[in-house]
């Protein structure tokens, strides 16, 4: 059942971000000011990913032992392309800039679901690579 729940909050999450992302890239292309909305919804995506990350920890969420190096990577990659992009979107997009706020707001917000998760299963895998098994 709680491993059925991790899934659901994972797949919710990723959903979450990307609607996240893809409403405030609409907003500032747009021109609309919606400051007011982003560190409630940010915190949101942040928290769905500390409860994935939890649930993953204790081996009971949608991110099994077996796939843990795998979301570290993409989670790097992620988070890495998302700080790629907000310092370059100029050159990236050139005569493309009104994509330039959509891909930059949902890789962002992507980053934010997966960061705290990451951080997570970080310290579980530094806990599995320290931790020695007696055999008395």
């Not at 609309?32 to 994935?52: H, S």
């Not at 649930?55 to 890495?80: C, D, M, N, R, W």
């Not at 009104?98 to 990451?118: D, G, H, S, W």
């Amino acid at each position: 059942m709680i491993n059925k729940l991790g899934s659901w909050l994972f797949l919710i999450g990723i959903c979450v971000a990307l609607i996240v992302g893809l409403i405030f890239g609409v907003g500032e292309t747009l021109n609309t000011d919606m400051a007011n909305l982003e560190t409630p919804l940010g915190i949101i995506v942040a928290v769905l990913g500390f409860i994935v990350g939890v649930l993953s920890f204790f081996a009971l969420g949608a991110i099994t032992h077996e796939k843990i190096p795998s979301f570290l990577i993409t989670s790097l990659i992620l988070v890495g392309l998302a700080i790629a992009i907000q310092s370059t979107t100029n050159w990236i997009f050139g005569s493309f800039q009104q994509l330039a706020p959509l891909f930059t707001n949902i890789t962002m917000y992507l980053a934010i679901f997966v960061a705290p998760a990451a951080i997570i299963l970080v310290v579980r895998s530094l806990w599995d690579a320290a931790y020695t098994k007696s055999t008395t």
